[in-house]
């Protein structure tokens, strides 16, 4: 097919896909993108954004559902991520201006598969996973491996993504997303690091650490992890980890920092994210977004 | 000395249909039948053409007219030198250059054909580095400049197309003799004007004539441009500007109306053009210059200045166009509004392989004006005096002399201090990582002749008819206030009509923060012309001399029997026609004596200065070198101000400008002289977000030689300090200055973590 149809249900949309078309949310990547002459728009597009259902956060006992057309706004405005699964909100908090923070999906953002991208991390640290619709059944798969490469995912061209599904946190989990920003809106991550910790009678039980723009894909650092669990979260197991953490990074060099640079800023954002996710574990109060409140000088 | 009306703050004309997306822009205009034009820009910065073939591109279907060279006339053109062709003939010089426009059915199947233009190239080695290219041996940007036409003044030599030297007294002995003396080296990169609307030009003959829809800041510019680029007399060029979306200086000079009306005329069809945002990073020959300043002060131990020697080295680009002041310009502003007791200060503008550099918002202030008073801070640091002292004791008052020998009479540039001091609780205690820096700078006014005719309706409102442009500053809103005022009559009964060639007197357009200075004298003229043919006419109606009237809320009454009186919409509707015309006497620039100074372009003194000082609170993230600017304190002397919202207005938008460029906005140039970031993910401006509190107070001294009721101008003076008060902040905090502009966070960290010096 060519040409543009709006999917009323998951049905026509997932046969459009495997009739060739592309779906389309909220169009914050695919029509900007086109603009900007990155890549043009695919002959054959399906509008996802209308179909029922898709734009609900449910919550149950196994945790959280956020349909695919959930957008940034959303999510920054949802008691339960705000309070549970706090990176996420303070990486969509983050996304570009309150324009597309309105528009831009969650789905959009995960499967353009952006090493730069702001839930990314978030998503990691919290454990989630992926349902798409095929046109063999529902897949899951944990979003650990979705992403292969810039712009590229292990999904079909024929699955569509219909939730991100994150499990229900234990109690003391608390979890915080930071990313290098030159200016407070309409940025794009330099470098960022997500971070989620389970702590236990003053012990971290367990820890997330992801990083941000510094590697092809979004990725955990096994390393720095280890570096920080069984400790009690003071200062040299974070430094600990935060080294871990820029020296597991691929940094680039370009227009927008060198890789010396990015590789000193990858071990102070993963500092500040995983000092504002341990406060925040032990019910200490990081406004959101964590970016903001985490700002100025360590001691 | 005219006295300051009271003014009430006046909300703008055109402020509405903006807002609310009900104003017309160029790009939303649509003519019958009108077809798309692309350009083909250079595949190389730099290289040789052999040949150009059109031939594929010609046979696509859809495309009516594919032009180069050899399809219009031989004519090189420019601002103070003549050193460029519509399309490039025998040479590429800058990645921007265009080869070929296309005129095609839709603007896709016009990119189509202009990608299936075939050009050979010789590609040549290119000539980036600004600095080295004036060396004797470098190999030269334009083999023929010494054929061109340029203005004698400039000193054009090679890759050095201006040279300027400001000498005043014996520098080099002052120095020898000085109790303390300071060297420093800055360097800033290029920056754009980056206005909202990328350009659209949309041309239309008919018959001979060809009527020009552009979203340019200077129309009559661009009609000379237009007659003398296609051979045809001025007269049959009529240039509209429908609304301008913003230009800050880059949408100055003629640009691409030419090759739009050649392509119209070619294929007999109206042609549109309407740029990308990426061609609107690309393709102007406009962007702010980069420039490398060596400043080198002597001073006494109670801080007075005995000598300043300066050298810097400004980088142009490949094409002159309007810029040719530029050399003279930085030199003026590495001296500052300061006394100096002898000057020797040398610029250069030298030729590049990069886009050329043009008028930007004060053109070339901002950098040379953060280099310099970066270097005061560090001169008050090895006088071990605090900076805002070491600025008490040297700004310029009334009866001073300046660089090149001009003797100042009332000016606000010490009180401009004080009020920003004042502002922002200069010593105070602040928190960790936090510091105030204080910047001075000034900008001149131009004196240029500019006119304006003013007609009264039947229904007794007015029609102000003029030929300035409203580049978004709300200096051409502004002028309803002055006829108002000459006309007993309110602002608001004010039309406009303007932005049209065919109707409006010649105007150099929005451009050097002259609109009010110059337009609003003609404005004033005029209206008081239509004020004599009033009272005349009032005179006979009321059978009284004219001495016995009063002119006031729209009415004329005799003084003392306020019942006998006949209102302006009477006289107005009974067919009489009533106009004025104005045009206003153009101010002299001051003497000077500029005896040992070449490169004299008319700046080397400045008419109605208007000074400014500013001062910046920052905070600084030590770990990431990440600077937040959390408040602005700027005061102004731009003389009485004509209406405070629209003054202010300029100061906020300056100031953010200001932080822009002393923070992220930069042009980087890869090593063939193409953009890096042409777009505005990766070039940084500042968003509403990032904006600070912002504190204004105008000092409104009646200053001698200024515009229309002792105002001068605001457009370009409100970025000029801002990059040097947050660079003074900054080093407070870092313990050396950022000697690179823009002082990005990597460049913060770097200087505080100890990493290379660039
Ligand atoms: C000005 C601006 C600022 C931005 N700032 C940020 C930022 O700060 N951080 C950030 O991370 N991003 C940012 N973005 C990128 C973008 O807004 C986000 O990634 C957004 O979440 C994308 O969502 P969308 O619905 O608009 O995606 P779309 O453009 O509609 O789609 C994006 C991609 O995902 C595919 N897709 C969409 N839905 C599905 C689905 N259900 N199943 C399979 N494939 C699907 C599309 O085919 C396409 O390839 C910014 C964009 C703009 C224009």
């Known amino acids: 097919m060519t040409g543009y149809i709006r999917a009323n249900t998951v049905e026509e949309a997932v046969a459009a896909l495997a009739a060739g078309a592309r779906p389309i949310a909220g169009g914050t990547d695919l029509v900007v993108g086109a603009r900007q002459g990155k890549q043009s728009l695919p002959d054959a597009l399906v509008g996802i954004h209308r179909i029922p259902g898709l734009g609900a956060i449910t919550e149950t006992d196994a945790g959280i559902d ?71 059944g529902d897949r899951t798969t944990d979003l650990v491996d979705l992403w292969t490469g810039p712009g590229e995912t292990t999904a079909g061209p024929d699955e569509l993504l219909v939730a991100v599904h994150l499990p229900a946190s234990a109690q003391a989990t608390g979890s915080a997303y930071v990313r290098l920003q030159y200016r407070r809106h309409m940025e794009i991550a330099v470098v960022g690091a997500a971070a989620a910790v389970i702590l236990d009678g003053g012990a971290v039980t367990r820890a997330a650490i992801a990083i941000t723009a510094l590697a092809p894909v979004i990725r955990r650092v096994e390393s720095a992890e280890q570096a920080l669990t069984g400790t009690s979260g003071g200062a040299p ?63 | 000395m005219t006295m300051a009306p009271e003014r009430t703050p006046f909300i703008r004309s055109d402020g509405k249909e903006k807002v609310t997306g009900a104003g017309r822009y160029t ?13 083909r820009y250079a595949d190389h910065p730099h290289a040789r053409i052999l040949s150009i073939d059109t031939a594929a591109a010609r046979a696509l279907p859809g495309v009516f007219a594919v032009l180069t060279w050899e399809d219009v006339p031989d004519v090189l053109y420019g601002g103070s030198v003549n050193d460029r062709r519509l399309f490039a003939k025998e040479k590429v010089r800058w990645e921007g250059d265009i080869v070929a426009a296309v005129a095609a059915r839709t603007a896709d199947l016009a990119a189509e054909a202009a990608g299936l233009i075939d050009v050979r190239y010789e590609v040549l080695p290119p000539l980036t580095d600004f600095a080295a290219n004036a060396e004797a041996d470098a190999q030269l940007v334009h083999e023929a400049w010494a054929d061109y036409e340029a203005d004698e003044n400039l000193g054009l030599s090679g890759n050095i197309l201006g040279h300027s030297s400001i000498v005043k007294g014996d520098a080099d002995a002052a120095m020898a003799g000085a109790d303390v003396v300071v060297k420093s080296r800055y360097v800033a990169d290029a920056s754009q004007g980056a206005p909202i609307e990328p350009r659209a030009i949309v041309a239309d003959w008919q018959g001979d004539k060809v009527t020009v829809w552009s979203s340019t800041q200077v129309p009559f510019a661009a009609r000379s441009g237009i007659a003398h680029t296609l051979n045809i007399p001025e007269s049959q060029v009529r240039i509209i500007v429908p609304l301008l979306g913003g230009g800050f200086g880059s949408k100055c000079d003629f640009h691409f109306e030419a090759h739009v ?108 004006c953060w280099a310099l008073e970066q270097h005061m801070d560090e001169l008050a640091a090895a006088l071990e005096m605090d900076p805002a002292e070491l600025r008490r004791r040297t700004l310029i008052g009334e009866g001073d002399e300046g660089p090149a020998g001009q003797v100042f009479e009332e000016i606000g540039a010490k009180q401009t201090l004080e009020a920003a001091l004042d502002m922002i609780g200069y010593g105070r205690e602040l928190p960790e990582d936090e510091a105030i820096g204080v910047a001075c700078g000034w900008w001149p006014s131009f004196g240029v002749p500019s006119g304006a005719y003013v007609k009264l309706n039947r229904d007794g409102t007015g029609t102000i008819v003029t030929g300035a442009m409203e580049s978004g500053t709300g200096a051409v809103m502004g002028l309803p206030l002055l006829a108002a005022e000459a006309l007993g009559m309110k602002a608001e009964d004010f039309s406009i009509l303007y932005q049209d060639t065919d109707a409006g007197p010649w105007d150099m357009g929005s451009s050097g923060s002259q609109t009010t200075f110059n337009n609003g004298r003609a404005v004033v003229e005029a209206a008081t012309e239509v004020r004599e043919k009033l009272l005349d006419l009032a005179a006979d109606d009321l059978e009284v001399s004219r001495d016995d009237l009063v002119l006031a809320d729209g009415t004329l009454s005799v003084k003392g029997s ?25 101010p002299e620039a001051p003497a000077v004596d500029a005896s040992g100074c070449v490169g004299r372009l008319g700046l080397e003194s400045f008419l109605a200065p208007q000074l400014i000082t500013q001062a910046a609170r920052v905070k600084l993230d030590r770990d990431t070198g990440v600077i937040r ?32 460029q002393a923070l992220s906005e930069a042009t980087w140039f890869d090593d063939e002289g193409r953009q890096l970031n042409p777009g505005l993910l990766d070039y940084k401006l500042q968003t509403a977000s990032d904006a600070p509190e912002i504190n204004i107070r105008w000092v409104e001294i009646d200053t001698p030689n200024a515009g229309p009721n002792g105002g001068k101008g605001v457009g370009e003076p409100p970025s000029v300090p801002t990059p040097g008060a947050i660079g003074n902040a900054i080093a407070k905090l870092v313990g050396r200055p950022i000697d690179r502009l823009p002082m990005t966070p990597e460049r913060v960290w770097e200087a505080i973590h100890g990493g290379p010096e660039e």
């Open chain 1, 66 to 136: 956020l349909g695919t057309l959930v957008s940034h706004a959303a999510i920054v405005s949802h008691p339960a991520i705000r309070e549970r699964y706090t990176a996420l909100a303070d990486a969509s908090v983050l996304v570009g201006s309150h324009a597309t923070r309105a528009q831009g999906t969650l789905g959009g953002n995960v499967m353009h598969a952006s090493p730069a991208m702001d839930t990314g991390a978030p998503l990691l640290c919290l454990g989630g996973t992926a349902t798409f619709a095929t046109p063999s």
């Open chain 1, 237 to 299: 197991a974070v430094e600990a980890a935060a080294q871990a953490a820029a020296d597991a990074a691929r940094p680039i060099d370009d227009v927008r920092a060198s890789a010396t640079y990015r590789r000193a800023m990858a071990a102070v954002v993963t500092r500040r994210a995983v000092q504002a996710a341990i406060a925040r574990a032990r019910g200490e109060e990081i406004p959101i977004p964590a970016t903001e409140s985490t700002q100025g000088s360590w001691r």
């Open chain 2, 27 to 39: 790009a939303d205009l649509n003519l019958t039948g009108q077809l798309h034009a692309k350009f």
């Open chain 2, 261 to 368: 009306a050649a392509l119209a005329r070619a294929t007999r069809r109206p042609v549109k053009l309407v740029f990308s945002r990426r061609e609107e990073f690309l393709a102007p020959d406009h962007r702010r210059e980069g420039m490398i300043i060596e400043l080198e002060t002597g001073a006494s131990r109670d801080g007075r200045l005995v000598a300043r020697r300066g050298r810097l080295i400004l980088d142009k680009g490949a094409y002159c166009g309007e810029g040719g002041f530029f050399a003279q310009m930085a030199a003026m502003h590495a001296c500052g509004p300061y006394q100096i007791d002898a000057v020797n200060v040398d610029s250069y503008l030298n030729y590049s392989n990069q886009q050329p550099s043009g008028s930007i918002r004060a053109p070339t202030a901002p950098q040379a």
């Open chain 2, 562 to 586: 306020p019942d006998s009186s006949v209102t302006i919409a009477t006289l107005a509707g009974s067919g009489e026609p009533i106009l004025g015309k104005g045009s206003g006497d153009v």
């Open chain 2, 629 to 660: 600017v959390l408040e602005v304190a700027a005061a102004h002397d731009s003389g009485v101000i004509v209406n405070r919202i629209g003054a202010d207005g300029q100061v906020y938008g300056g100031v953010l400008m200001g932080i822009g």
